[in-house]
DNA sequence: TATGAATGAGTGTTCATTCAT
DNA sequence: TATGAATGAACACTCATTCAT
């Protein structure tokens, strides 16, 4: 709030208006003259405060990434504690509203391809990759033998990516509650079978 | 073999070229001067034969589509009849280890990100998004109702997409015969949960 | 003359230009749009010849270096054999017009600045450095012992340097016949010295 | 002592930055913020003391010169007072340690070739220039006619910048030894063979 | 008085495209 | 048909300078 949040909050402004141009122009299209117009800075000031382009972006990669954390920890924190309901969570936060605007999946598909080439973007790119991964898997754990659970675990995480990123083609028309409701039902025929063998 | 094809010779080595080299830089970073190197050609051959930069692209990108419906068309072809066999030759043909490499990967990811802010791109990206679908659908349902064989053709094919998404990440460590098997495996409940609840 | 050689002649034309412009604004000032519009090119064309504005750079020194070779080449040759004479032409070729006019003069002092912070161009100056040296140390190594030889010619040497280097600062009011007069009484000085010795 | 020269210490600090900092980098390199980087300073601050980046390079040249003439003061103050003498006390300030370092040596030879494109630096590089020439003159006037004085002057002035600036280029190489021994032999003989005619 | 965040003009360099040969 | 030299617009980045605090 004083003085000393000013530098924080251009930071800010200057991801946010990174992360719009991304989502207007693509990665691949993006100039530092766009972001600053974007963001009403000159361009001088990326380097001030991020070093360089590829700064400013691997910044951009780390809002995004930590978004999707924040969206999916809301959403565990409200859903009931036993694990399907938490793994149900983890689905809801991957497809909640945040996440599949248009713009955020834009970013997103960006992103990934540009880990491709990018060994800081990989980097980042496979700590949230990794996540979803052993969220999953702990919940699976809970009602899952381990070799089990494990494979679970990438079938859901491989699911959710999946419909997400055949949804991203959609556009306006990608349909998030069918998404949910496709892996939820993966998600319940992959407990469920199991509770059927132990009874 | 005639004098006739080698404009048509030219045309697919420009190809290969730009496919290679978008393996090794991305698709962000090509320049047609490189394109050009690799296939041992000059820089203005591409105007010539593609129009334009963006051009040559397009036409690389509907290479790649063209060779995963190849290899679809393949493994299909020596699968049974019957509609589960037909689907795991689906699955099959998308983790075919031409369809696994690196470069193949990388380009893929590439085109699929360019697709958010290239018409063209899109429309392409499109066409084959939905040829999986449709593919998937159509054998589906022949043992499921429409509205289920839906919801699986969507599920099975997020489940590929998603799977080798992920395994893009990995790099090297991608173990295909994992991600078959989960696959099978969701393409087995789906069937067979319908077969139980018949019986 | 032929086709052939117009590559060479636009490596020539952009050498020229880089001297004319170090003559005006220095090598500190120089920028590539001013040496492309003083050769009439576009700013493209530097990094097609000559790989990056150093890489011109170098080049002019080296022409530089080249034209203060040939000058003093010639003046040797129409110069009697003996020692002083050669010695006199020495002297001559670096007080030559070509070798005194002002933006030779800019360029030389510009470049055996930079000398010091680039590696490059302190070999070309150390290359150049030292052939005036053995030059001189040959012709007095024939008329004195090799020890006072080597001292002779270190004088002559910073004696031909230092009325250049001080010549430099006086602009058009460099006068030419006295530091040749002061440089030959010098040489005159140290043979003779040792004539008288000897007899 | 007092608070009073408090900016006045900051001037010299800068200063002395800059020199430092061009020794490293050299003129054309140098930056603002790495030369307060080096004064433990703020940018804002050359501005404040010098105006502008110009006003603290003439400073700093100043410095150079002042620092040139007070070493050769005080060589001559220790020195006999016949004309041989001062003359060889002009030779040996010149060839101080403090002015045949490598940091001073690359800041003289920068400052010399900028002030080829500068007026100011022109003129205060004139200063030293015709400083050097007159307290020669004034020497040898005690020992030659006039007009052989002046040439002896001119000469000896040159001799000494000559081996000075060979010795640049040699690093640290550089045998001030045998530089002012070359330079007092030449020197002697001046004086010496006018004695001789004398005689 | 002193700071350092912010500016924005100017730089070297890259590269898709053109076109004379 | 094929070449590759040439163009010039566009880019990321640097840095002297300013000014609110």
Not at 85 to 113: C, H, K, V, Y
């Amino acid at each position: 709030m004083l003085r000393k949040n000013i530098p924080e909050q251009r930071r800010e402004q200057l991801i946010s208006a990174a992360f719009e141009t991304i989502g207007e122009v693509g990665l691949a299209g993006i100039t530092l003259s766009q972001v600053a117009k974007e963001a009403g800075m000159s361009t001088g000031i990326v380097s001030h405060y991020f070093g360089d382009k590829d700064g400013l972006l691997l910044a951009t990669m780390r809002k995004v990434l930590g978004d999707l954390h924040d969206t999916v920890a809301d959403c565990r924190a409200r859903a009931a504690p036993d694990a399907q309901a938490q793994i149900f969570a983890i689905i809801d936060g991957n497809f909640a509203p945040s996440q599949t605007s248009e713009t955020t999946m834009r970013a997103w598909l960006d992103f990934w391809a540009a880990s491709m080439h990018s060994a800081d973007l990989r980097r980042l790119q496979r700590i949230n990759d990794r996540r979803l991964y052993s969220n999953l898997c702990c919940q699976f754990k809970r009602r899952l033998p381990v070799a089990q659970a494990r494979k679970a675990a990438m079938g859901v995480a491989a699911m959710i990516d999946g419909l997400w990123l055949r949804g991203s083609l959609a556009g306006g028309g990608f349909d998030i509650g069918l998404a949910c409701a496709i892996a939820r039902d993966y998600v319940r025929q992959t407990l469920g079978g199991e509770n059927a063998a132990r009874s």
